[in-house]
């Protein structure tokens, strides 16, 4: 039950949803989800007993948690709405709602206040690895992000601050050790608590072309984060040129040129000097964003500069109502009862182009307090390469695609203040009990590894990962010396408590070979044509290195090989 196939399925759009297909890990049940078949499955056990052995090394106590959940406690902490769309519900037969949990912050802390009551049972950490539902807008590269996977969730409880530090900082270390030992490279990032709630949070991302999420770094010094969280300083030069210099405002007809790049060759301008307006959706109804038109706005920054929950570029009806003019057309001249607010990039420059509120229409030598009346400037934008360090002010910014492995928080009193998990302290008063919580993808550390580890021929599995060891390829099973000989080495090894496959299908060499070198397994002993010289052939998976080892000592020198 190794299903393997030649070609590339059409619908796989990475290389490890490709290599996952194609060597019968998995196959695809709907979109979003997958079945695990015998050698993904050991895979799967691989991954989740090194992050079993570093959690309990690290102190934390496993749990398992019910997947399906009654919605009460997603009522109080208000994250029924908060998750929308993203959390499945079911109804059950007497008619009451259910949620298939999405994380398990609400349900651990409902354990918790109801099992906790003094600061003598506290500090203590949980986790479960449990499947988990989320009803992702658009599932993506095969498992990297599906709708239904596998994570291991911890969750710790404390005193104060403090203790909650020294948990933190022992996650902190057991994610690195469990990354080392799947032989993942990984950036540790500042990232933002969102949705979480609470103080500080790191992700652990691995670079990869495959990975949907962004993050900068700096070439210079120690600096990752989250672009959301990368703040651009006001330029020092960042106030306008005296109104004097400015020429008339004009009007042009730019008919179909609705995006930067379109105009700037249509009206041989850079986009540099061009003024970006977007209408945005926000809690408190819409607002116009100005940026100018080389940059990107940042939509989370808005979001947290206006405190608001809803945050979304507005659809062309809305655009319509506020600005009058089509979307592409939009510009901050003549629009009424909306806030305006103008990124840093856009206080220093003058006559610049934006959208009339028209049509195929755009005005030229635009400037601010002349034209319009902006109501708040502040950094509202996406950080590029060609910015400076937020940390050490240098150039040298890389922005770069990652897979988010695992992500920590300290996520302080918002859970248990909703939930009232509160303890007793030593004086005898009552306090909110104060909470981190840690997730890592178990599903995802599978097709990173492949993203970070494969050739033109397959994958190419750390030993730690690995479904098996040894594989085991037998040249001609109905050959009596071959099988014999292969017979012995796969019982000598199993016996020895090494993880072994043995191909004995009756299928041409070439086909083993190929086989072979698709699945990854890290050493390939080939028992055919040697024999008669008493001989097998070892060939090691990454390095490509072959060698030629006499029959007789075979399972010891493989069990050697194996072990280091
Ligand atoms: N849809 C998904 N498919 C596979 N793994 C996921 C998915 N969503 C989250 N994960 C994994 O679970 C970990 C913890 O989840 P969390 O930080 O809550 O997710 P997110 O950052 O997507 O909101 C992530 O770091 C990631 O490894
Ligand atoms: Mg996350
Ligand atoms: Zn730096």
Redesign the pocket.
């Known amino acids: 039950m190794i299903p393997t196939v030649k070609e590339d399925p059409a619908d796989a759009e990475s290389i490890s949803h490709k290599l996952m297909m194609r060597s019968g890990l998995i196959r695809k049940l709907a979109a979003g989800t997958y079945n695990y078949l015998p050698l993904g499955m050991r895979i799967l056990n691989k991954t989740m007993n090194i992050v079993r052995q570093e959690m309990d090394r690290a102190g934390a106590l496993e749990v398992l948690l019910p997947a399906l959940l009654p919605p009460e406690p997603w009522e109080q902490t208000g994250r029924l709405k908060d998750f929308g769309d993203n959390m499945f519900k079911v109804i059950d037969r007497t008619g009451k709602l259910n949620v298939l949990g999405p994380?398990h912050e609400e349900i651990i802390t409902s354990l918790v206040a109801n099992e906790i009551s003094s600061y003598r049972q506290l500090p203590v950490t949980l986790y479960q690895i449990q499947t988990k539902f989320?009803d992702?807008l658009r599932?993506r590269f095969g498992?990297?992000?599906?709708?239904e996977?596998l994570?291991m969730d911890a969750y710790s409880f404390h005193t104060d601050g403090a203790s909650l530090d020294q948990s933190y900082k022992k996650m902190y270390d057991a994610y690195c050790r469990i990354f080392d030992r799947c032989k993942l490279p990984y950036k540790i990032i500042e990232a933002d608590p969102g949705l979480m709630g609470g103080s500080g949070s790191h992700?652990f991302t691995c670079p990869s072309p495959a990975g949907e999420d962004l993050f900068v770094t700096c070439t210079n010094c120690s600096y990752s984060s989250n672009p959301d969280l990368a703040t651009i300083k006001m330029p020092d030069a960042g106030c306008r040129i005296p109104d004097k210099d400015m020429k008339p405002l004009k009007e042009v007809a730019t008919p179909g040129k609705s995006t930067i790049e379109a105009l700037a060759g249509f009206l041989n301008a850079q986009p540099s000097q061009m003024v970006k307006t977007m209408i945005c959706n926000t809690s408190k109804g819409p607002v116009a964003a100005l940026v100018r038109g080389d940059y990107e706005l940042n939509l989370s920054k808005l979001a947290k500069l206006l405190n608001s929950a809803v945050m979304e570029l507005a659809d062309e009806k809305t655009i319509a109502k506020v600005t009058g003019g089509p979307v592409g057309f939009s510009g901050p001249v003549g629009l009424k009862n909306i806030p305006i607010i103008a990124d840093y990039s856009v206080l220093g420059l003058v006559d610049f182009i934006t959208g009339a509120n028209k049509l195929d229409a755009h005005l030229l030598n635009t400037n601010i307090n002349r034209d319009f009346k902006i109501d708040q400037s502040a950094d509202i934008r996406m950080i590029t390469d060609k910015d400076n360090c937020p940390s050490c002010g240098k150039p040298g910014l890389k922005i770069l695609n990652g897979i988010?492995?695992?992500?920590i928080f300290k996520l302080g009193t918002k859970y248990s203040k909703a939930l009232n998990a509160q303890f007793l302290d030593e004086k005898g008063a009552r306090a909110p009990i104060i909470m981190g919580c840690y997730?890592?993808?178990i599903?995802?550390i599978i097709a990173a590894a492949i993203e970070n580890s494969f050739d033109a021929n397959g994958i190419i599995w750390a030993e730690a990962l690995a479904p098996y060891q040894v594989l085991i390829i037998s040249i001609n099973t109905s050959d009596k010396g071959i099988f014999q000989a292969s017979q012995d080495i796969y019982d000598g090894l199993t016996s020895r408590g090494i993880e072994a496959l043995w191909d004995d299908r009756e299928v041409s060499p070439g086909i083993k070979f190929k086989d072979a070198d698709l699945l990854g397994v890290p050493l390939i002993v080939t028992i055919g044509k040697g024999l008669k010289d008493n001989k097998v052939d070892l060939k090691y998976r990454a390095s490509g290195k072959k060698e030629s080892i006499l029959l007789d000592s075979a399972v010891e020198y493989i069990a050697k090989a194996c072990s280091v």
């Open positions: 994380t989320r992702e599932p498992i990297i992000r599906s709708k996977f994570m992700e988010e492995l695992g992500h997730g890592i993808g599903n995802r």
